[in-house]
């Protein structure tokens, strides 16, 4: 071949491969946005409205009931029970069937030859049709495999246990972040109204001493020192308004509310201070018991241990059965249908040498299985513990700082009466409301802190906050029972809800 042949032909073989190449498409700007518009249909779809102020509880409930994560959970635990389902199904016998047609363009013949004169013995002869339909119904049950299968089939159904418990420490983190972000939001609006109004007033001051130094009235560094004072009162009242305008976006979010949702919260009057009444003994028993995490070690240990077992089985030699029916539409046959059947024993016996290897790889599974719950348990208790120290750090916290509030408010009172008789300039007044909302806020936050680390106790202990089921899925049915298992947690009671 020419040299311009083969550059030919090898253009055109390159050509060919090109052309096989696989490409992609960016998707259409429009696909997204129709995405988009689904997506916000479906995320706040079939949801209960909001009717009235929202209560802790309540909001607790729609968390459980429509957070997106916890909904997840959900799902991925009605494919775990799918994926049981469908490994119970492993351990049938293997069902085979087959039919077709069979056909070629000559006769199918044989001759014989003498394996003791190399002559031709039979003349050729036929004892096929040239065309011909074929049908096959074969049934295999091997006891090995069914073995195997049983104790996957076990295993795959303490994955849906640990999927299950996966739910658990999802509600609990959920409700957790929830009453977090409702004593913050609370806290929002006792304090915003407030800090909104004294804003006004610092802009309204600064306005005047401005006007006041452009009139050239009163000492320039004076006004000046004023004004900077103002600014800085402004800085001040800005920084607490960030630490509070977002709390009820947060909120919102985990309770799966439409982000621009206008709604109210109704919070207790006063501060009342909650106290433990479970010893920390029964809280480290419970933790150790009833915690997701080791509960999930639990299950995971199993499954090890069970891989143990397969590992054995397949040292095993497995008896097989089989029978099958058979159809064949030659007319050479004198039984154009028939039934087979038979039984054998079948083993590898490379398993033989590879076991053992198994076996010890299984073993050192379940070792290992044992020693990452021990590490796990210690981590627990850890957690249990500086859970009880950040609740008893938490409520002399909230003591100060409920001390230093009464304490502003006292001061400007005082202020607001010698500014009405003038004795005291408007800044001084400013300065004491500022100071008293500083505290305000102080005192409203860290009893968001404290609620959150009494609650934080029983978490750390693996306490459901519901019980295993509910008679309905209402959102009053769900936060009833979450306040009356906080109910019985006050009064030293962690047993099962039910």
């Given at each position: 071949?020419?040299?311009?042949?083969?550059?030919?032909?090898?253009?055109?073989?390159?050509?060919?491969?090109?052309?096989?190449?696989?490409?992609?498409?960016?998707?259409d700007?429009?696909?997204?946005?129709?995405?988009?518009?689904?997506?916000?249909?479906?995320?706040?779809?079939?949801?209960?409205?909001?009717?009235?102020?929202?209560?802790?509880?309540?909001?607790?409930?729609?968390?459980?009931?429509?957070?997106?994560?916890?909904?997840?959970?959900?799902?991925?635990?009605?494919?775990?029970?799918?994926q049981?389902?469908?490994?119970?199904?492993?351990?049938?016998?293997?069902?085979?069937?087959?039919?077709?047609?069979?056909?070629r363009?000559?006769?199918?013949?044989?001759?014989?030859?003498?394996?003791?004169?190399?002559?031709?013995?039979?003349?050729?002869?036929?004892?096929?049709?040239?065309?011909r339909?074929?049908?096959?119904?074969?049934?295999?049950?091997?006891?090995?495999?069914?073995?195997?299968?049983?104790?996957?089939?076990?295993?795959?159904?303490?994955?849906?246990?640990?999927?299950?418990?996966?739910?658990?420490?999802v509600?609990?983190?959920?409700?957790?972040?929830?009453?977090?972000?409702?004593?913050?939001a609370?806290?929002?609006?006792?304090l915003?109204?407030?800090?909104?109004?004294?804003?006004?007033?610092?802009?309204?001051?600064r306005?005047?001493?401005?006007?006041?130094?452009?009139?050239?009235?009163?000492?320039?560094?004076?006004?000046?020192?004023?004004?900077?004072?103002l600014?800085?009162?402004?800085?001040?009242?800005?920084?607490?308004?960030?630490?509070?305008?977002?709390?009820?976006?947060?909120?919102?979010?985990?309770?799966?509310?439409?982000?621009?949702?206008?709604?109210t919260?109704?919070?207790?009057?006063g501060?009342?201070?909650?106290?433990?009444?479970?010893?920390?003994?029964?809280?480290?028993?419970?933790?150790?018991?009833?915690?997701?995490?080791?509960?999930?070690?639990?299950?995971?240990?199993?499954?090890?241990?069970?891989?143990?077992?397969?590992?054995?089985?397949?040292?095993?030699?497995?008896l097989?059965?089989?029978?099958?029916?058979?159809?064949?539409?030659?007319?050479?046959?004198?039984?154009?249908?028939?039934?087979?059947?038979?039984?054998?024993?079948?083993?590898?016996?490379?398993?033989?040498?590879?076991?053992?290897?198994?076996?010890?790889?299984?073993?050192?599974?379940?070792?290992?299985?044992?020693?990452?719950?021990?590490?796990?348990?210690?981590?627990?208790?850890?957690?249990?513990?500086?859970?009880?120290?950040?609740?008893?750090?938490?409520?002399?916290?909230?003591?100060?700082?409920?001390?230093?509030?009464?304490?502003?408010?006292q001061?400007?009172?005082?202020?607001?009466?010698?500014?009405?008789?003038?004795?005291?300039?408007?800044?001084?007044?400013?300065?004491?409301?500022?100071?008293?909302l500083?505290?305000?806020?102080?005192?409203?936050?860290?009893?968001?802190?404290?609620?959150?680390?009494?609650?934080?106790?029983?978490?750390?202990a693996?306490?459901?906050?519901?019980?295993?089921?509910?008679?309905?899925?209402?959102?009053?049915?769900?936060?009833?029972?979450?306040?009356?298992?906080?109910?019985?947690?006050?009064?030293?009671?962690?047993?099962?809800?039910?």
């Amino acid at each position: 071949m020419s040299r311009t042949g083969k550059f030919f032909s090898v253009s055109v073989l390159a050509l060919a491969i090109s052309g096989c190449a696989v490409t992609s498409q960016p998707i259409d700007r429009s696909v997204s946005e129709q995405r988009a518009r689904q997506d916000l249909q479906t995320m706040f779809k079939d949801q209960e409205p909001v009717s009235g102020p929202l209560t802790l509880h309540e909001a607790m409930a729609r968390a459980v009931k429509y957070n997106l994560e916890a909904r997840l959970k959900v799902m991925e635990e009605a494919l775990a029970k799918r994926q049981v389902d469908l490994a119970s199904f492993d351990m049938l016998p293997r069902m085979a069937m087959e039919a077709g047609y069979a056909g070629r363009n000559n006769v199918s013949a044989s001759s014989s030859q003498s394996v003791r004169t190399g002559t031709q013995s039979l003349e050729p002869s036929t004892s096929q049709d040239r065309d011909r339909n074929v049908a096959d119904l074969t049934m295999v049950w091997n006891v090995l495999d069914f073995g195997v299968a049983y104790v996957s089939a076990k295993q795959q159904a303490d994955q849906r246990l640990i999927v299950q418990e996966r739910r658990r420490k999802v509600v609990h983190t959920i409700i957790q972040d929830v009453r977090s972000a409702y004593w913050r939001a609370v806290a929002a609006d006792r304090l915003l109204k407030q800090i909104d109004s004294l804003m006004a007033r610092v802009d309204e001051a600064r306005d005047s001493s401005q006007r006041m130094s452009r009139e050239r009235i009163g000492d320039p560094v004076q006004a000046l020192g004023y004004q900077r004072a103002l600014i800085d009162a402004t800085r001040q009242l800005e920084e607490q308004r960030r630490a509070l305008s977002l709390a009820k976006t947060e909120l919102a979010a985990l309770i799966n509310l439409p982000l621009n949702t206008d709604f109210t919260l109704a919070a207790a009057d006063g501060y009342p201070v909650p106290e433990l009444k479970v010893d920390i003994g029964r809280l480290e028993e419970e933790a150790l018991a009833s915690r997701p995490e080791l509960r999930e070690q639990d299950y995971q240990a199993r499954i090890s241990a069970a891989e143990t077992r397969k590992a054995m089985l397949r040292l095993l030699p497995g008896l097989e059965f089989s029978a099958g029916g058979h159809y064949d539409s030659n007319s050479f046959l004198v039984n154009q249908s028939w039934a087979d059947y038979g039984v054998k024993v079948t083993w590898n016996l490379f398993n033989a040498i590879s076991a053992p290897a198994a076996i010890d790889v299984a073993k050192a599974g379940e070792s290992v299985a044992a020693a990452r719950r021990q590490a796990m348990s210690m981590a627990v208790l850890a957690q249990l513990y500086v859970a009880n120290a950040n609740f008893h750090e938490a409520q002399r916290q909230f003591q100060t700082n409920q001390q230093l509030a009464d304490l502003d408010g006292q001061i400007a009172e005082q202020l607001r009466n010698r500014y009405k008789t003038q004795s005291i300039g408007e800044l001084d007044l400013i300065q004491g409301e500022l100071n008293t909302l500083n505290a305000q806020l102080q005192r409203d936050l860290s009893y968001a802190e404290l609620r959150n680390a009494y609650a934080q106790l029983f978490v750390s202990a693996g306490v459901d906050p519901l019980p295993e089921t509910l008679p309905d899925s209402n959102l009053s049915t769900i936060a009833g029972a979450l306040e009356s298992s906080e109910s019985r947690w006050e009064s030293g009671d962690i047993g099962v809800a039910k």
